[in-house]
């Protein structure tokens, strides 16, 4: 009765571990596309706040969020971001897709990252 016992807590605890390692799998595979796009809205909420010291030249700002998505690995180009000046803020976002592989399957993200800042002409 005792070896029956005994091999059951073994396969449970088998079981967990498993479970508990395709989690941490899981977790590594979406934290870096998380962090990508954090780091990407950071970016353009940067750039939102200084529209102004480009004097309308909206083409720069492009380039320089496209440069920080290509160097985040984020499959974004200039003309994937759009950016609207209204009356009194700037809006820019931009939207794409991301394939994670989870072990059995392959997962596609899709990422929205918007940024509205209120704005300041000098």
């Known amino acids: 009765m005792m070896n029956k016992q005994r091999g059951e807590s073994r396969l449970g605890c088998i079981l967990y571990i498993l479970i508990v390692l395709y989690i941490l799998i899981m977790v590594v595979q979406v934290v ?54 209204r009356a009194k803020s700037i809006e820019i976002s931009a939207h794409y897709e991301v394939e994670v592989n989870f072990l059995f399957m392959k997962k596609k993200l899709k990422m929205n990252p918007e940024v509205s800042k209120p704005a300041y002409s000098f």
């Not at 939102?48 to 499959?75: M, N, T, V």
């Open 32 to 85: 870096p596309v998380l962090y990508n796009n954090l780091q990407l809205k950071d970016e353009m909420g940067q750039m939102a706040s200084s529209y102004y010291q480009f004097h309308g030249h909206p083409e720069k700002i492009y380039k320089i969020l496209a440069e920080k998505a290509h160097g985040l690995d984020i499959p974004l180009s200039k003309k994937d971001f759009k950016i609207v000046r």
